[in-house]
């Protein structure tokens, strides 16, 4: 019963985790501020674990990540990949 009530328990912690998620995130650089927009990101890629390793958590993201990651999945799924169409002045 103890097994099961952790469970329940645990289960109840992960689901809070993603629903808390925002909506969008801003990141600010002298190439222009690049805002993510979690829920559009959701519906095309299904997969957590594209984006984040393990359990869905906060990424620290820096240009080396946006770069390596981001474009690169932006390349495979065919989104925007010139530097002005994320990075916004």
Request: net charge positive.
């Amino acid at each position: 019963m103890k097994k099961l009530v952790i469970m329940m328990m645990l289960l109840a912690f992960v689901g809070a985790n993603v629903a808390i998620a925002a909506d969008s995130y801003t990141y600010d650089n002298k190439k222009g501020t690049v805002t993510f927009d979690h829920k559009a990101h959701q519906d095309k890629v299904s997969d957590c674990a594209k984006c984040h390793e393990g359990e869905p958590a906060k990424i620290a993201v820096d240009k080396n990540y946006g770069h390596k990651t981001c474009k690169t999945c932006h390349k495979e799924m065919n989104g925007p990949t010139k530097c002005n169409d994320c990075h916004k002045k």
